[in-house]
């Protein structure tokens, strides 16, 4: 019976993000007025999140609901290679967010002079093609289709590299240098960096004058840090626990991978549905609007 629950919670929860990920994925795109740097980033985590959870949702859906207990190679690894890159780019997409927030509550004055529109693009682009450039570089240390499968069965809940990897059959340390490097780069790179953004920001904020500026740039502030700290706490919580010397069963780390995948994913249309105040006020139009165009057609039916 759990397996059932569990793949309808997963179907559920994969609905939401798709809902609320092209909710504001539309209303970004379809409203001129919204069209600048801070808009233009949370359209690019959007996009993001669903690539990033599509890559997983439909793998664990199909097994848990649909029974279907395998999947074709090229399958695995196409979703394997979107997966890590939605991983990758969520990552920078964060990173280019806290760099926007920091110019913009610092510099506010000059922000639409260091930040424009084009030059948030090219932003975006830079760094999708960095995270092609990374996964390029992992699959091409790892050789995939050269690796011997002697059982060739992915003891976790979707494909990922680990998973690929611990299933064939080769000592699996070597093959993990270059996903380690990455990780690094991720964890401790681009994290600290936004802390120092964030810090920056909050030593800011309590310099100004005006109350309600304060008021205004922290809510901006929160909604990030809240974004910031689920994507981030699953990777950090598995990489504490292997640093203390906790050893996860089978079961916990897939626990720990669903949550990483479906949380941070669910949580952040979420978050910018309801505390951003340009899109909240235009999703309340559209659904008003929506609303008095059924009633009217109910009074004249």
């Known amino acids: 019976c759990w397996p059932f629950l569990l793949g309808f919670l997963i179907f559920i929860t994969y609905f939401l993000v798709i809902l609320g990920s092209g909710t504001n994925i539309c209303i970004i795109l379809t409203d001129r007025r919204l069209h600048t740097p801070m808009y233009l980033l949370i359209c690019n985590l959007a996009v993001v999140d669903i690539m990033f959870t599509s890559s997983t949702s439909t793998t664990m859906i199909s097994v848990l609901l649909g029974e279907v207990k395998t999947i074709s190679y090229y399958s695995c690894i196409s979703s394997m290679y979107i997966y890590h890159l939605g991983d990758i780019t969520g990552c920078l997409a964060l990173s280019l967010m806290a760099l926007d927030r920091t110019i913009a509550i610092s510099n506010p004055l000059r922000y639409h002079s260091i930040l424009t529109n084009a030059q948030i693009f090219v932003l975006i682009i830079a760094s999708w093609f960095i995270g092609i450039i990374c996964l390029g570089i992992a699959l091409a240390w790892a050789d995939f289709d050269n690796l011997p499968y002697c059982q060739p069965i992915i003891r976790y809940v979707f494909c990922d590299y680990p998973a690929l990897i611990r299933a064939a059959c080769v000592n699996p340390e070597p093959y993990f240098l270059i996903p380690t490097i990455l990780a690094l780069w ?116």
């Open 186 to 301: 991720l964890l401790a790179g681009q994290f600290p960096l936004i802390i120092l953004s964030y810090v920056k920001i909050i030593y800011t904020l309590l310099r100004l004058p005006n109350s309600e500026s304060r008021a205004q740039g922290f809510n901006t502030c929160i909604c990030h840090i809240i974004v910031v700290s689920c994507y981030y706490a699953p990777k950090l919580v598995s990489v504490l626990l292997t640093r203390i010397g906790v050893r996860l069963n089978l079961t916990e780390r897939n626990a720990l991978l669903i949550i990483a995948t479906l949380l941070p994913s669910l949580i952040n249309p979420t978050i910018y549905c309801l505390k951003t105040k340009e899109i909240r006020k235009r999703l309340v139009q559209i659904l008003s609007r929506r609303k008095r165009t059924v009633s009217i057609k109910c009074q004249k039916g």
